[in-house]
C-alpha cells in the first residue's frame, strides 16, 4: 500500500512547482496505489512546467497520477508597463541600455510610444515614455 506522505516526499518539488505557479489544487490523495493529484493551471505551459519537474523525479511517473487541466482564468496577470520622464541628455538608446541592458533594443521603447514619437532619434525632455516590459 502506497504511503502518501513519502510519495508527498518524492514528489515534494514538483508540489513546490505547483504551488508557485498558481495552479488550483482540487485533489492530493491516495488513489490505485499512486500519488493522485488533481487541478487547474493558468496555461499549456505551466502544466508543462509542471510535467518537466514530476519527469524529472521519476520518468517513468509510475507512481503518479496528474490530472491537470487549463484555466486561462487563473493566468497571471502582465505586468503593467513602466514609464519614464525623458530627462536632459537621454536618447532611446540610452533608456534601453537602462532598462533592457542592450541599448540596441531602443524600437521596442519607439513602437510602444508611436503615439508620442515621430523619430526615433528624437525625444523631448519632459515626454512621458512606454518602457514594455
Known sequence: MADLDQLKLKYG???????????????????????????????????????????????????????????????????????????AGDSLSKIAKQFYGNANDYMKIFEANKDKLADPNTVKVGQQLVIPN
Do not use: F, M
Not at 508540489?15 to 495552479?23: A, E, H, P
Not at 482564468?73 to 508597463?81: C, D, F, I, K
Open 13 to 87: 518539488s514538483v508540489l513546490n512547482t505547483i504551488n508557485q505557479s498558481g495552479v488550483r489544487l482540487a485533489h492530493v490523495h491516495i488513489q490505485d496505489n499512486k500519488l493522485y493529484i488533481e487541478g487547474a493551471c493558468g496555461s499549456e505551459a505551466i502544466k508543462n512546467k509542471i510535467w518537466d519537474q514530476a519527469k524529472l523525479v521519476d520518468p517513468t511517473c509510475s507512481d503518479l497520477t496528474l490530472n491537470l487541466s487549463v484555466d486561462p482564468s487563473l493566468a497571471p496577470a502582465a505586468p503593467a508597463p513602466k514609464t519614464y520622464t525623458v530627462a
